[in-house]
């Protein structure tokens, strides 16, 4: 293996020796999810024609639990590297700011999709698999973990201590996420809450992954697509050039 593959084996290796912790925990807590709205709310909530609520639940709980997972493991990695102080044994190699970026990012990509693969299969006991377009399905999960690893790897490089990721966290990426339409199809909203809707871009995350699953969406997969694919390079275009710098684990 090369440089970047064996940070890559190493940062997979890192949940993957935890994953009851990294992949179970966030599984139960989907389950968990779905057992309590879709109990509550079924029958009493219209979405798509034909697609009940618990159904309607599934694809949302997977891509929530994938996106919030990607983005905990960069960003966890690199905030424990710098106050265990093990980073430095990375920065001795000659690894390329590139090298880190795809370990880093593709690790986030691998935990994120075993956790949405996990929720999916523990999700088929209360409603019957259905696909109605599994490529868009598989391109939105894959754009989204990379994107959600790539805002994790942004986060841990500026985050010091655990307080602040824990922050960044909390007052940014979980209400994002909730806020997405994850449990709700936003055009039962107010006009005015579905045009805030519309500037939140978790909300085309979860809503291309959803049309993966039942062909019908709140907007169009293709202006998603795009909205995903442009964030996802203009992130990316940031995270590149602040590992290029060395910006706050070579000073």
């Known amino acids: 293996m090369n440089g970047w593959q064996t940070l890559f084996y190493k940062e997979v290796l890192r949940f993957w020796k935890v994953s009851f912790q990294t992949i179970a925990a966030p599984v139960l807590t989907a389950v968990l999810y ?3 709205f879709g109990h509550v709310l079924q029958g009493r909530v ?4 034909d697609v009940s ?11 929530m639990s994938l996106l919030q997972n990607a983005f905990a493991n960069s960003s966890s990695s690199l905030v424990q590297s710098k106050i265990m102080g093990s980073l430095v044994f990375v920065l001795l190699t000659p690894l390329s700011h590139w090298g880190w970026f795809f370990a880093f990012v593709g690790a986030a990509v691998v935990r994120g999709l075993a956790v949405g693969v996990g ?30 690893g790539t805002l994790g790897l942004i986060a841990g490089l500026w985050a010091d201590k655990f307080d602040q990721m824990a922050a960044f966290q909390n007052f940014v990426i979980v209400p994002m996420t909730f806020l997405s339409g994850v449990f709700y199809s936003i055009q039962s909203l107010p006009p005015f809450w579905q045009k805030v809707s519309h500037l939140n871009p978790f909300f085309y995350m979860i809503d291309g992954f959803r049309y993966g699953f039942f062909g019908q969406s709140d907007t169009s997969p293709w202006l998603s697509l795009g909205i995903v694919g442009v964030a996802w390079l203009l992130v990316s275009a940031l995270a590149v050039h602040l590992l290029r710098t060395g910006y706050k684990i070579r000073n």
Request: aromatic share 18%.
């Open 34 to 36: 779905l057992l309590i």
């Open 46 to 49: 219209t979405v798509f024609n």
């Open 53 to 63: 609520y618990t159904a309607f639940l599934v694809p949302g709980l997977v891509m």
């Open 119 to 148: 929720v999916y299969v523990v999700t088929l006991f209360f409603a019957p698999p259905h696909f109605a377009s599994l490529p868009w399905a598989l391109l939105f999960a894959v754009l989204g973990a990379a994107l959600m």
